[in-house]
């Protein structure tokens, strides 16, 4: 039986995890030795001497290798590995994770799914084709905010779902997003990919249904204009970010190709008639996400989207009010997503170690790269609605075999 493939057989030892890809984000292998389910990080795999020192900082007893193949070919016996946590950049998505699948190893994939609608479709085929676990970390979906906006849904609070709007206030965008490989489109497509594929899924998640047609626009209006750049590839993120990088036009360093939009916004039609839109600004002053959900009976509003943030429901009729009818206060970590970190992979270790059904599917990821995908095309071609490409019902047909 391979490794997450449907149904699991009886495990006497911890799942063998490697960690691939050791860059800002791979961090979230740290939460492996807390999970549920027994299992240890026992290798690494990164392609830069620096990648492979900070892990070998954050997991001494593990094994060190320099390129995925290296790791594949050192599987032997009970050395076999049973799963691994990729976080290398989303270029590189497809063709580790195809390497992987086809080992019959278990993939953790950190979000987006690929760059294009044709990579994520390939990374699918080779799930489905090797029956290998696969699972996308979209973890926003364990987030409180996302996770209370759903109950309210579901109690049936707004009534159907009819509209979905969100704004993205990225405040700290020049940091996170045009000092490094995030700020050139060869290796992102588009910030509405990558970064707005956690809201294109939250949307999906929201009115329970796909989009099928989008409209695209925006402009790369600010970090544009900035002529201080730097080469210095071996650098993190955590290594540059500051509070005090402010206002926007000061900031220095930027990757050498910056060439993603730092404006956009995208219309979406669902396959339910739902209506949705999404918008993102990497220079504001604060950063979090405003969901308004509106619906045959009232419509909800986050304000703030960590603990201390509140979820507003208005169902009943009257003037303008600041106050919801019903409010209710958002949990979890108070700055960030550690906790939905935390879940996400106890969520995917339990999936390979015991077949456990998951709130994230790969249909929906790569859904979500679909709609962000075309949506970016559209963006660059005159804002001309394109229509989201069908998955291979062959492929389809697999994941819902298996109840993903």
Known sequence: MKSGSHGTATRTRPLRVAAVGLG???GIAAHVASAPDAAEVVALVDVTDEGRDRGRMLHPTASVHSSVAELIAAQTGDRRIDAAIVTTPDDTHEEVAVALLRAGIAVYLEKPLAISVEGADRILTAAAETGTGLYVGH???HSSVVQ???SVIERGEIGEVRAVWVRHFVGNGGDYYFKDWHADRTRTNSLLLQKGSHDIDVIHYLASGYTRRVVGMGELMLYGGIADRHSGSSRSMPEWFSMDNWPPAAHTGLNPVVDVEDVSMMLMTLDNGVLASYQ???FTPDYWRNYTVIGTEGRLENVGDTAGGVVKVWNRRHEWQMAGDVEYPIGGDASGHVDADVLTI????????RGVPTVVSPIAA???VAAGAMAAASLRDGSVPRDVPPLD????GYFSRIGR
């Open 280 to 282: 993102q600004c990497h």
């Open 148 to 150: 209370t906006m759903r």
């Open 139 to 141: 973890n926003y979906r």
């Open 24 to 26: 800002a984000r791979s």
């Open 346 to 353: 106890a969520e995917f270790l339990a999936h390979v170690a």
């Open 393 to 396: 019902p062959g492929v389809e």
């Open 366 to 368: 790569r859904e979500a």
